[in-house]
């Protein structure tokens, strides 16, 4: 469902994104990992059609990302970290808006906006007005426009932001539901989300994939927590060997 090569993102002398690499398949649900700075989001908003390449190619649901920018639109649902919300919007106005947007039928609108409400926990606050909505309900109703059109692949950047316990626990239990009809992809931080959520880990710093495999695998010996500051370490220790020479 997502082939990722060689990814990358300059800007001018700077480079965000220098190389990575990952593959996900229907059923996966993959942790998106790395430190603050390592090039998670810019990675994300390169394989959502927000920014384009650089370099290396990527394709979603075998459509290729930069050539065939509509298609890969039409096939996922995206959550970025803040939320796209319209303040103005009452919750339920809003998602039928953004299902309207994501060619739902209109015979099918109503039923998608109840459904998508439902299993992210916000029909009690469905004639609400988005502005006056708790930063927990904010994320929540981001997530539900992330999933109201049914897409084959979910991308989330860190979901359960701003989500208070009892909220963490459902939104982690829907988005590992999710995985039985999709591809998931977990951008987060929080190792533990990742142990709790994920089948898969890639983890990214200084703009490049260092690691990739099943969960299981990468844990085997040791704990997430280990094999990640263990990556990070080492390109950290490889970046000031290599200024030094």
Known sequence: MIDVEHLAKKYGDYTAVSDVSFTARKGDVVGFLGPNGAGKTTSIRMLVTYLPASSGRASIAGFDVARQADEVRRRIGYL???????????????????????????????????????????????????????????????????????????????????????????IRQMIKSLAVNHTVVLSTHILPEVTMVCNKVVIVNRGRSVLEGPLSEVTAARSLEQVFMECVSTEESAGIEGGAN
């Open 80 to 170: 970025p970290e803040t939320p796209p919300l319209y303040g103005e919007m009452k919750v339920r106005e809003y998602l039928a808006f953004v299902g309207r947007i994501k060619g739902i039928e209109a015979k099918r609108l109503a039923a998608s906006v109840d459904d998508a409400m439902s299993r992210c926990f916000v029909s009690d606050v469905a004639d609400r007005l988005c502005q006056h909505l708790s930063r927990g309900y904010r994320q929540r109703v981001g997530l539900a426009q992330a999933i109201i059109h049914n897409p084959e692949v979910i991308i989330l950047d860190e979901p359960t932001s701003g989500l208070d316990p009892k909220q963490i626990i459902q």
